[in-house]
């Protein structure tokens, strides 16, 4: 047999074994498992490591303007990087709308952007104005171009699209094979919260907490799930921190409904004392929803053993300590004035491997689950996603005792802060291959700009089943008239 690479003697986890196996790569694809082959090109020696599938990052905010303007201090290039340095060989940033712009325009801007990334990736469409011609004729030329997830906000005033605007968004999804995301916060009682904090004059970080109660999300979450089950179209919750909204995804998953959802290391690594730090330094730690509490943690965690959630994903959206990011509408600004996301790309699969796995909380086989496997299933990434033969050759290799303080440094990433600094993990993606390349090898990268391939997805979640609605009205009723991108 030809190939091009063997990796030698490590020890395979895959989302549901843990093997010892060689894994022979030729073009790009995995094509055995097996033992005492010799020859190969390369061969990597993977001996007392974890080898397992590359993180897919599922939640990033890369080179995406705000609603309000603010460009992100990450283009495809540094945020691929920093992606792979943190033990990611694939990411599904956002490709997000602006009012008045048309999808079509919107996936050629991000293709320029993306033509920099040195991992492969795909976008899922933030849409922030279902006019008809996009419902009827945009998106679904988007789900030709292979892109398989719009994603909707409840919340921002520049961005929601009301209840309405998410059924009709899961309408059209649900007709091909879509899977609809969505943010779930009450824009009122945000809002709300906003007003009566600024009259009282309460306007430092720490109150960003208290502005984003626990029942804005809870509330959203539970309708977000209503709207869903009325036209039984698959949806995916983003970044739950709530005990109440973990919980409601849960029950309903039991009762059967097509909910999928993910949460984030910031709610299971930082709490509500940290926007309280001196001066700004709180401003470090606003995202939304906003970190929560040390019970809500734990319970968090709870849910991620428990297989409520089917990823852990970054939501990295990086805006710099200055004022060109956090800053942007100026210094000591009120909280609701501060850009709102957190980096975190990197230090993902670092968090979740020494928190998760090495604490006992997750095993080795949920961390491949939760890190890429159901993100590979979720959002119809059919050729990665498991070690397989025919998959793509997307691989980290894994020093599961080397101890480090994590560093912005070694984020690789193009922020100033990293609200991760100090903390003590263990276990370092040492190697990380993409598509058979090497991309990232001890503490160096490999890569070239603009290696990374856009990833053609394919439907998503097949199972039509029949919601409330009738039979005439039903959009599925298309749906497997074999429409493919
Ligand atoms: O605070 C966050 N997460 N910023 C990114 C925008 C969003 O809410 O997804
Ligand atoms: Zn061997
Ligand atoms: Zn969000
Ligand atoms: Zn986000």
Redesign the pocket.
């Given at each position: 047999m030809e190939f091009d690479t063997i990796i030698h003697d490590g020890t395979v986890v895959t989302a549901n074994e843990i093997f010892e196996t060689d894994i022979v790569i030729r073009e790009g694809r995995i094509v055995a498992l097996a033992e005492r082959l010799s020859g190969g090109a390369t061969r990597i020696d993977a001996g007392g490591r974890l080898v397992m599938h590359g993180g897919i990052e599922a939640h990033a905010?890369i080179a995406q303007e705000s609603a309000a303007g603010i460009m992100g201090a990450d283009d495809y290039y540094t945020g691929s990087v920093s992606a792979a340095f943190g033990g990611n060989s694939t990411f599904i940033p956002f490709a997000a709308q602006h009012r008045g712009q048309s999808i079509d325009d919107v996936i050629a801007t991000y293709d320029a952007r993306a033509a920099q990334s040195v991992l492969d990736y795909s976008y899922h469409l933030i849409v922030t104005d279902p006019t008809p011609e996009a419902l009827n004729h945009q998106l679904p030329r988007a789900f030709k171009r292979g892109i398989t997830s719009f994603k909707g906000f409840m919340t921002y005033d520049l961005m929601n699209i009301g209840d309405d605007g998410m059924l009709n968004i899961m309408t059209v999804a649900k007709k091909y094979g879509v899977m609809t995301m969505v943010?779930a916060e009450n824009k009122g009682m945000v809002k709300w919260m906003n007003a009566r904090l600024a009259e009282a004059g309460l306007t430092a970080p720490k109150y960003h907490a208290q502005s984003r109660p626990e029942l804005a999300e809870e509330e959203a979450i539970n309708r977000a799930i209503s709207l869903s089950k009325l036209i039984d179209a698959p949806l995916f919750i983003v970044?739950a921190s709530t005990e109440g909204g973990a919980a409601i995804v849960q029950r309903e998953k039991v009762a059967g409904a097509r909910i999928y959802a993910e949460t984030c290391p910031q709610y299971l690594a930082f709490t509500r004392a940290d926007l309280d730090k001196p001066g700004m330094e709180g401003a470090k730690f606003i995202?939304?929803p906003p970190v929560r509490d040390q019970r809500t943690q734990a319970v968090l965690w709870g849910h991620v053993r428990m297989g409520t959630f089917e990823s852990v994903s970054s939501?990295h959206?990086p805006y710099r300590y200055d004022e060109t990011g956090k800053f942007m509408n100026g210094v000591d600004i009120p909280y609701p004035k501060v850009a709102?996301?957190m980096p975190g790309i990197a230090a993902r699969l670092p968090h979740l491997f020494s928190e998760g796995v090495l604490k006992g909380r997750i095993t080795a086989q949920q961390f491949v689950a939760l890190k890429a496997t159901n993100a590979a299933r979720t959002f119809g990434v059919t050729r990665k996603g498991s070690i397989t033969p025919g998959f793509d050759a997307d691989i980290a290799i894994w020093n599961p005792e080397q101890r480090r303080r994590i560093t912005l440094a070694d984020q690789h990433d193009n922020m100033d802060y990293t609200p991760f600094e100090g903390m003590e993990l263990t276990g370092v993606p040492e190697i990380v291959i993409n598509h058979g390349n090497i991309i990232v090898e001890t503490g160096k990268l490999k890569a070239r700009e603009g290696q990374g391939q856009f990833v053609t997805r394919a439907p998503v979640d097949m199972d039509a089943r029949k919601g409330h609605l009738a039979k005439e009205l039903d959009p599925s009723q298309n749906f497997r008239a074999g429409i493919r991108p």
């Open positions: 905010h943010h970044h995202c939304s939501d959206a709102k996301g």
